[in-house]
């Protein structure tokens, strides 16, 4: 699998050299976040407002205001939880065109409950006004800047960072979910990390004998619920969601929501936290520990079907095996 | 634009019209009329530069919330004249005070009198705690400490601009409470943020009661300064205090005004509530009535006029 190291710190500064409004804002995590050789490189067109984030998301709306589109860096967690009133207020309300850009999502850090935003999708799709995406590959976290940037409104983007695997060959759409397989058994929507997983999962599946229907949502809101619903009613055993989020508010909720409101009776099992936070770990093993691998989907999928596949660890995949620890990073923060 | 009335009318103007009004609805926002009064007159009839209102006279309803379905949205901001390089743009960031504020924009010719009587009614752009479609308001400021930040922003964005027009917060001094007001100076003086000041009424006073009973905040002139700001004092009653203060230069950093007012000035009946001043409603009708007398004789107005009961 071809791996893109650093794919956000190119695009961005690709995307903000063609548009003098957008301004490029930190706080204190700019390397973490990909843009320290922008800021090297353009020093005027970069921000540094330490640790404050109320303040800078105020700020960003008193910039959006004088007609800039500023992005915001920092770890998904920290651009919601503790500014959420300024969000609310000075952003989210007022339809400022900033662009949350939240690095680290989910189990993606080994940073512990401080540093996993598990409830990001949750809060941020209830939000008027918002628009919620999610990156799942190189190509969509390259793609992901110029396409935030046309919303008439705030962004909140989940964003993967460092070396990323190039899993699709067109760039993200918003409002276009991806078809990456077209079975009649089951239907898997993931996002995100969990795309890979599921991509994992499926070649043992389809040597075991069952046909999987996968949807890749790259647009969490507004959330194509018709097509979710289209996809949902073609398949024999029923949906499995898998996200790398809380399963209350996220992924699993929208279609739940979806296929109540459309009247459509399937079962549905939703992977991802289940009402529980996470703690600090590598990503694989945070993932197999809280049943967000391809192992737990196959799993789920032998629930669904009544039927078990055989499959085990061995005839997955091999698991990409990241060092926490880098040269490069080497807190991994 | 000049108004034709001198400042102190339009600071006396405003004591009135709260005045009247809290009398004939039985509450309202009246000690920050007392306090502020003069800043407000000071910041609309000389202090800012700001051009005539777009907004036609008498409020248009409530017309929704801002959405991707309603493109006609306009904030209250249009009051304070027109959003161009040249002119000043003003915050009031305590939502609250928007009571005084309605009642500054009639006595400067901005608003017609009939604004205030849709003060709080169902349907009304002119609501009890400023919206952003409210006269006068141009952002959300309702929770207190937000408005120093998005000004701050808002001039940086102006200087990269190249506007001459400053930017304006009138704050009160339980914002300092927030954390995010240090967050605000801090950044606007790292930035250098200097077409950035704000004029804060000092009247100690908060929902709770006195500040120093509530949570005491200690030499705020000498924390801003710490955190980077030029800080200039006043009386919050004297005119010619005020005008030099707002005059101090401030190269490299925004400017506070700290202007130390008394939450009863022009009402010392208000004194016999204290220190229940935030929101102000007669615990009785005696009380009601012996106010309307007693403060309309301080003011040198004729009392309430109010329909029996």
């Known amino acids: 699998m071809e791996m893109v190291n650093r794919p956000y710190a190119g695009a961005f500064e690709a995307h903000a050299m063609q548009h003098p409004e957008v301004l490029c804002l930190s706080a204190d995590l700019t390397s973490s976040c990909e843009i320290d050789g922008f800021r090297d490189r353009h020093p005027d067109r970069f921000l540094s407002l330490g640790m404050a984030e109320q303040n800078m998301l105020s700020f960003a709306g008193g910039l959006g205001l004088a007609g ?10 920290f651009l919601y939880r503790r500014p959420y009133d300024q969000l609310m207020a000075s952003v989210a309300y007022p339809r400022r065109r900033v662009r949350l850009m939240g690095f680290l999502p989910g189990v993606t850090t080994p940073g512990g409950m401080t540093h996993q935003a598990i409830e990001d999708i949750s809060v941020m799709r209830t939000i008027p006004n918002m628009t919620v995406l999610e990156t799942g590959d190189a190509t969509e976290v390259e793609s992901i800047v110029a396409e935030a940037d046309t919303v008439d409104g705030p962004v909140y983007c989940r964003i993967l960072r460092g070396s990323v695997p190039r899993l699709f060959d067109t760039p993200l759409q918003i409002g276009r979910m991806r078809v990456l397989a077209e079975g009649g058994d089951v239907l898997v929507v993931t996002a995100g990390i969990t795309t890979e997983e599921a991509i994992r999962a499926r070649g043992a599946l389809a040597r075991a004998g069952v046909s999987v229907r996968h949807l890749h949502l790259n647009t969490l809101k507004p959330f194509d619920a018709a097509q979710i619903v289209d996809h949902a009613a073609s398949v024999r055993h029923g949906v499995i969601t898998l996200e790398n989020h809380l399963v209350t508010g996220g992924i699993g909720s929208m279609v739940a929501e979806a296929l109540a409101e459309a009247g459509l009776a399937r079962r549905l099992i939703r992977l991802g936290l289940q009402d529980t936070y996470a703690h600090g770990g590598s990503r694989p093993y945070l993932m197999r520990h809280y049943g967000m691998d391809a192992l737990s989907l196959v799993r789920a999928v032998e629930r669904l079907t009544g039927q078990k596949t055989g499959i085990d660890e061995g005839a997955l995949d091999a698991v990409r095996i990241e060092a926490v620890h880098s040269a490069a990073k080497a807190e991994a923060l | ?49 700001l051009g005539p209102s777009t907004m036609p006279a008498v409020p248009p309803p409530f017309s929704g919330v801002p959405s991707a379905d309603n493109l006609d949205y306009v904030t209250g901001a249009g009051y304070n004249g027109p959003f161009d390089a040249v002119h000043d743009r003003l915050f009031i960031a305590p939502a609250h005070y928007a009571l005084v504020a309605y009642a500054c924009l009639i006595e400067v010719g901005r608003m017609a009198p009939e604004g205030l009587a849709m003060f709080n009614k169902d349907g009304s752009s002119v609501e009890m705690i400023g919206a952003e479609h409210s006269p006068g308001m141009e952002v959300h400021n309702g929770t207190l400490g937000i408005g120093l930040s998005t000004a701050a922003g808002l001039a940086f964005g102006r200087r990269r601009l190249g506007h001459t027009g400053r930017v304006c917060v009138f704050m009160s001094d339980g914002e300092v409470q927030e954390g995010q007001t240090w967050e605000a100076v801090q950044a606007a003086a790292h930035h250098g943020i200097d077409n950035l000041w704000a004029i804060m009424d000092v009247n100690r006073q908060q929902c709770d009661g006195a500040m ?13 300064r710490d955190f980077g700001a030029t800080v200039a004092e006043c009386d919050a009653h004297d005119l010619a205090a005020m005008r030099a203060a707002a005059a101090t230069p401030h190269p490299g950093r925004p400017l506070i005004v700290l202007a130390h007012s008394r939450p009863t000035q022009g009402m010392d009946s208000l004194m016999s509530r204290f220190p229940r001043l935030h929101y102000v409603r007669f615990k009785s009708e005696d009380e009601r009535l012996r106010m309307n007398l007693e403060i309309a004789a301080e003011l040198g107005i004729a009392p309430v006029e109010l329909e029996a009961r």
Do not use: W
């Open chain 2, 212 to 224: 120093e009973d509530v949570m005491t905040v200690g030499d705020i002139a000498t924390k801003f």
């Open chain 2, 1 to 49: 634009m000049r108004n034709e009335k001198s400042t102190e009318e339009v600071a006396r103007g405003i004591r009135a019209r709260v005045f009247e009004h809290t009398i004939r609805n039985n509450g309202g926002y009246l000690s920050q009329a007392c306090s502020a009064a003069e800043q407000l007159a000071f910041l609309y009839n000389e202090g800012l530069n």
């Open chain 1, 68 to 77: 800039f589109r500023p992005f915001l860096h920092s770890f998904g967690v």
